[in-house]
């Protein structure tokens, strides 16, 4: 199948299916789910694919991951789908125009797969905000058989070549000793001091962070009463690095800061790790071109790809994927009035008339360029021979 022909099928088929898509974007976006609680998103996001007779089944042992698979050609393509909202703001990350693109690229290859020798695996992956889910499904082995992974991401603006830094989060726990703080303050051995110690260590710790390192945190748990002495307190920190390796090092200086709190005031610590650290996204620079070529052909302006590295970075388990094959999380721009993502606003920004905009163009953009690859028989062997290499 020429690939003009297919393209402009899959564009159609987008097309033709644009209402039911904006409508599954808005009814995840109405019923927020956290990290690994996504039922209803998840059985959202499977209904249109099951409609059109793809093969769902669980996988990785979680209960909102999914596979939907369609199509039996030896290119196996993935088109990751996630769905999971943050505590307090909703869908402040647009992971509900996320599920919808990926389900209208899924759909849309669907037409397809028999004419380009592909088989299409729509995956569920819960858990990006907190909790690695596709971290989890790579141990799994949900990925093994799937040579290359696209998906995007809502944002400000556009950016094909989309990077993101490496990550981990812990939690660190303090154990003293409860007292009553008038009668036998001596008698105590304060935890929520040890939580200020370490924030302090950390504070100065901040000067010599090599470039592109940093660390967040917050107090989970800083005592009950005020005239209590408290015998248990606790942080959940995350690290941040440009890559892996930067990454371990701010992991074993932030390590001596956990610990200068317990040391300083005698309490007990364990440092906790709260999911799978995350890598950094690595876009496979052919597929890339291809998604920034889609986005000038629909009329968007993606940054230009000498000022990509310079852009301000979050992080994401598809930097796992991204370590593992060739694969995308392109950003596609919607118009939050200046918000930025993790931002009230743009929660409501990600059902507004951009975002589902975002949804079409998005699920056209990754449709059209797996066509691409599908038809360009250079990147089809490439793909394939990494493939085979892994699965050997």
């Known amino acids: 199948m020429p690939i003009a022909a297919a393209s402009t099928c899959v564009e159609d088929a987008v097309n033709r299916r644009r209402s039911d898509l904006i ?12 990290a690994f609680a996504e039922h209803r998103s998840c059985a959202k996001a499977k209904a249109l694919v099951a409609e059109r007779g793809f093969e769902i089944s669980g996988t990785a042992g979680l209960e909102t991951a999914f596979r939907a698979v369609f199509g ?29 693109s990926a389900v209208g690229t899924a759909l849309a290859l669907a037409e397809v797969a028999d004419e380009l020798g592909l088989t299409v695996v729509l995956l569920g992956t819960p858990a990006e ?7 989890l499904m790579l141990d799994a082995g949900s990925f093994d058989d799937i040579a290359a992974t696209v998906m995007l991401h809502p944002g400000p603006i556009d950016i094909a070549a989309a990077r993101s830094l490496a990550l981990s989060e812990v939690t660190i726990a303090y154990t003293g000793e409860e007292s009553h703080a008038a009668v036998a303050p001596y008698l105590g051995v304060n935890a929520a001091d ?12 901040r000067q010599q962070l090599v470039p592109g390192q940093m660390v967040h945190g917050i107090v989970t748990d800083g005592g009950q009463a005020s005239n209590i002495i408290p015998g248990y307190a606790e942080l959940r920190y995350t690290m941040r690095a440009t890559n892996s390796e930067s990454l371990r090092e701010l992991e074993t200086r932030m390590a001596g800061c956990f610990a200068a709190g317990a040391v300083a005031t005698g309490c007990e610590h364990v440092v906790t790790e709260t999911a799978p650290a995350y890598a950094e996204l690595t876009p496979d620079p052919w597929l890339a071109e291809a998604v920034r070529a889609e986005m000038i052909r629909v009329g968007r302006t993606p940054v230009p790809a000498d000022l990509e590295a310079s852009l301000p970075l979050g992080s994401t388990d598809m930097g796992n994927v ?3 094959m060739p694969g995308i999380h392109p950003i596609v721009g919607i118009d939050a009035g200046g918000a930025s993502i993790h931002q009230p606003a743009f929660t409501a920004a990600a059902v507004n008339a951009s975002a589902d905009t975002a949804v079409v163009e998005g699920a056209i953009m990754l449709a059209r360029t797996v066509v691409v690859l599908a038809e360009s028989e250079p990147e089809r062997d490439r793909v394939l021979e990494q493939w085979q290499r892994r699965a050997s």
Do not use: F, R
């Not at 409508?23 to 956290?34: D, G, N």
């Not at 905000?129 to 971290?135: D, H, P, R, S």
């Open 23 to 34: 409508e599954l974007s808005h009814s995840i976006h109405a019923e927020p789910e956290l």
């Open 194 to 205: 040890a939580v200020t110690v370490t924030q302090v260590a950390i504070g100065l710790l």
């Open 72 to 100: 039996g050609g030896p290119l196996v393509v993935g088109v990751c789908a996630e769905y999971d909202a943050l505590p307090g703001i909703g869908h402040a990350c647009g992971h509900n125009i996320i599920a919808a």
């Open 322 to 324: 991204t370590k593992v």
């Open 129 to 135: 905000e907190l909790g690695g889910g596709k971290a």
